[in-house]
């Protein structure tokens, strides 16, 4: 088994293969041979980057696959069926890129507000070689002025601001039936119930689901929130 060198930790690439493998099942997902050299080079990126720019405070090759791609992939299905995506405060591309990679049909678009994070994403679209990939260097809140703006059905939001920023400024930009799925850690009831307070006040109504998982390996807790506005016919 030879040694393959993850941004200068020495890890074998058996060991990062089957951490993927393994998490990934456990949400009942498969990885295919290509899907995985793939995370291995986009970790590979990221971790060389991050020593210039602040990408991920995580380090070691093992937590990054746990923490960004399994987590990024694991909740999969619960954005099932997933066509025009846009994934918001992207940072070092998490969850979109793993997902894109893990669903090649997805027409993705990945958002952050720091120029440094949009090159790197953009990197990596280029080494991964993705298409229908597209970037923006804005705000969440300024997206529906831009000329040319067509909804979204899926927005994505990992570790960014609040529920109530995220639906305030989100839901504008669904198409009818989209959904808004935010990755969050133990349950966020205050922010949930300041949600749904708010948009009741608003005389707006839409669905909260939400959606408890452990990631593997680790056994942390994690939730899924799907904010979904109700609309008429």
Known sequence: MAHVNLAETDILFDQWERILREGAASFGLSLTDQQIKQFYDHAVALLQWSKKINLTGIRDPKSVAIKHFIDSLGPASFAIPMQRVLDVGSGG?????????????????????????????QHVIRILKLTDTQTI????????????????????????????????????????NGKIIVWKGKLPEKEIEAVRLRFHNENRGLKIETKPYRLPILDAERTIVIITAHRGN
């Open 137 to 176: 260097h804005g705000r969440l809140e300024d997206l529906s002025r831009q000329e040319g703006f067509r909804p979204f059905d899926t927005i994505l939001c990992r570790a960014f601001s609040d529920l109530s920023f995220i639906a305030a400024h989100g839901l504008p930009l669904l198409s009818k």
């Open 93 to 121: 591309g998490f969850p979109g890129l793993p997902l894109k990679v893990w669903n090649p049909s997805i027409d993705l678009t990945l958002m952050d507000a720091v120029r440094k994070k949009i090159s790197f994403i």
